[in-house]
């Protein structure tokens, strides 16, 4: 659990085993605490890693592997595995815990999902 900054609300997330392994490794590279940030400023040893230097940081690895920077972003990647979620399984609201969203409403808008999701997941279920 963390307290989100923006609404001071706490969310659950999850780390995945792959996602804690390449932790580990990163930690054992670069050295360095338990008690420090896991990815440290670049330009104070006391700070961590700010968002717009995160934001460089997607924009050259997007381009590394031949996609265009301008169509993946720090939020998009936030979007996608929700989006994922909902796709495979249609459980909103697993995907509104997952958010920390309040409203079910705001989670439909974050989504897209519109009437012909809603049709598709209703015509796919049978009883």
């Known amino acids: 659990m963390i307290v989100q900054q923006k609404t001071r609300r706490p969310v659950q997330f999850e780390i995945t085993e792959t996602a804690r392994e390449s932790v580990r490794t990163w930690l054992e590279h670069r050295g360095g605490g338990l008690n420090e940030y896991v990815f440290p400023s670049r330009l104070s040893t006391k700070a961590h890693l700010s ?20 169509e993946y972003g720090t939020h998009s990647l936030r979007r996608t595995k929700v989006a994922m979620i909902y796709k495979r399984t249609g459980n909103i609201r ?34």
């Open 94 to 127: 697993a995907v509104q815990i997952l958010l920390g969203h309040s409203k079910l409403d705001s989670t439909v808008r974050y989504l897209g999902v519109d009437v012909e999701d809603t049709l598709a997941l209703s015509e796919a279920t049978d009883f």
């Open 51 to 70: 968002t717009r230097q995160y934001a460089r940081l997607l924009d050259q690895w997007v381009q590394a592997v031949g996609l265009i920077a301008g």
